[in-house]
């Protein structure tokens, strides 16, 4: 499986945006998929993931309630929806799948997309 997230930007506080992950291969609705971010000098974190069928959604408690995550199987494409964004939402954002749980370990990434939220 090919990732490529897209869909960043430059925003400010309180405002919103969708990243959109386009998948490549057949076997995309057999994974189960994730978001990740990273800031620099800092560890990649869990954002939200979500399972293969999009029965179930997982998300970091920091970020429950505004941050949304869906799939659509037939255009190969994962979402995530994010609102009320703060300036700590600042980072690189991946999108990665897993043939695992929802949970990880995840095997497949693709290169960041950069979302800046000014306050």
């Known amino acids: 499986v090919q990732l490529q997230a897209f869909g960043g930007g430059l925003v400010q506080a309180g405002g919103s945006l969708r990243l959109t992950c386009a998948a490549s291969g057949r076997t995309f609705s057999s994974y189960a998929m994730g978001w990740f971010r990273q800031v620099p000098g800092k560890e990649r974190e869990f954002v939200a993931a979500i399972s293969w069928s999009g029965g179930s959604t997982y998300q970091a408690s920091s970020v429950k309630g505004r941050f949304f995550i869906s799939r659509d199987n037939a255009k190969n494409t994962v979402y995530l929806q994010m609102n009320s964004l703060k300036p700590e939402d600042t980072a690189v954002y991946y999108c990665?799948?897993?043939?695992?749980?929802?949970?990880?370990?995840?095997?497949?990434w693709g290169p960041g997309t950069l979302v800046t939220v000014s306050s």
């Open positions: 990665a799948g897993t043939a695992n749980h929802p949970y990880g370990p995840y095997d497949y």
